[in-house]
């Protein structure tokens, strides 16, 4: 991927240190090991937001302070040609989710409740997914290509002008179909 990638694991490790609380009690909180939260911190790897859904409300924060650096609380616009630079929620262990490019919509607004993302997705030859399950909602919308979601024991697939609205309590994965790359608009919800 071409674009600039942004890491999360300093800012984790920066907000963690300003409200003076330790690695351990970081993995109490959330119920991840103080190895996974040292791997993180360290940007050796960077879970699906699952594990950091359960950071973020260890630390009490929003999943989206992660990824933000203002507080402005009024109205907040992305222009199309802004779209070039990407998160990263993954690095290149084996695990990662290498093949999902996020772009925020909303980076710049404080006191968010939704995630707003444009995001690629590449053509995945691999078909041994991890399924990952968080607190909230997410609602995706096939800009193009062609889409394929796990849930729980289902399978669905999505085309071009469809939609899927589902709860992320329930494992799901979400991938392009055979060897099709897809473009999609997703807002995730996660309650405070």
Known sequence: MSNTHSVVGTKIKGLRESKNITIEEVAQRSGLSTDQIISVENDEHLPSLGPLIKIARALGVRLGT???????????ICRAEKHNSSISFSNDTADARKHMEYFSLAKQK???????????????ESKDFKLSAHEGEEFIYVLSGELEIDYGKEKYTLKEGDSIYYDSIVEHHVHGVADKDAKILALVYIPF
Do not use: K, T, Y
């Open 66 to 76: 992660f990824l933000d650096d203002n507080d402005d609380l009024g109205p907040v």
């Open 110 to 124: 404080a006191g968010r409740h939704m995630e707003p993302f444009i995001i690629n997705i590449q053509a995945s």
